[in-house]
DNA sequence: AAAACATATTGACAAACCTCTATATGTGGT
DNA sequence: ACCACATATAGAGGTTTGTCAATATGTTTT
C-alpha cells in the first residue's frame, strides 16, 4: 500500500487528542448523539462540535443527521482504512535488520 | 482493555504529523542511523532530532546509541502495544447501533 | 409567527507544536 | 590535547490546536 503522509497525518489526528480518545469511547457500544456525548463529557457545546468536526474529517466517525439532532458513530470503513495506513507505516520487513552506519 | 486517554494521544503523536510519517517509511527496510534519515529527508538536523524525540516518546520506535551514531528502528513492541490501543477504540461491539436521541 | 432546542460557526486567547539558528555535549581520530 | 564529527538542547518565531463565550443556523413545537 503506497500511503499519502498528508492524508495520514489527518487520519490518525482521531487518536491524538484526550477528549476525542474518550468520545470514541463512548461510540464504542454503538451510534450517540451530540447530546448524550456532551453531557458525557466535561467540555462545552462548541468545543465538542469542534472535535466531532476533527473525528468526521479523519473517516474513523461517521455523522448522521436526523431532524435537530446529530449522531456520531464510529465507521467500519474508516477505521479499516486506517488499519491499512497503521500497517503500512509498522509491518517491518525484517531484512536488513542492524545495518551500520555507511560512514563508520 | 482499559486505556490510558493521555498516554494513548502521546503514541498517536507518531502518525500525526507528515515528516514523521516519512521517517516511519524509511525504517520499515530495518534499522537506520540518523545520519541516513537526516539525508532522506528535507529538515535541519535539530529538527529531526525533535521528531526523533517525539517518535521515541510514542514507543513506536527503538533507539540505540553506538559511538557517535545513533540507530532507530521501528518497534515491535511498541507497535504492538499501538495495535492494542487501536483496536481498544475501535472495535465496535455491534450491539446498540442506531440509538435514538434520549429526548425524541 | 414565535419560542425552544440542538448544533455549527465566529472570534479571541492560551498552549502546544514545528521549524530554524546557535550552541552544547559527547565520541573518535590525530 | 586538539580537532572533526554526530547528535542533543536552548531559544525564538510562526503556525496550528484546544478551549471558551457569543452568536448564527436550522428544526420542531406551540
Given at each position: ?94 531484512t ?7 560512514k563508520?
Open positions: 500500500m503506497e500511503l499519502n503522509p498528508k492524508k495520514t497525518a489527518v487520519i490518525f489526528k482521531a487518536f491524538c487528542d484526550e477528549n476525542r480518545i474518550k468520545i470514541l469511547q463512548l461510540l464504542l457500544d454503538g451510534e450517540k448523539c451530540a447530546c448524550r456525548l456532551l453531557e458525557a463529557m466535561n467540555i462545552t457545546q462548541p468545543t465538542l462540535s469542534h472535535h466531532m468536526k476533527t473525528l468526521l474529517d479523519s473517516g474513523i466517525v461517521n455523522g448522521r443527521k436526523e431532524g435537530k439532532w446529530m449522531y456520531y458513530s464510529i465507521s467500519a470503513e474508516g477505521v479499516e482504512y486506517a488499519r491499512q495506513c497503521f500497517n503500512a507505516l509498522t509491518a517491518v520487513s525484517g536488513n535488520e542492524n545495518q551500520s552506519c555507511c563508520k
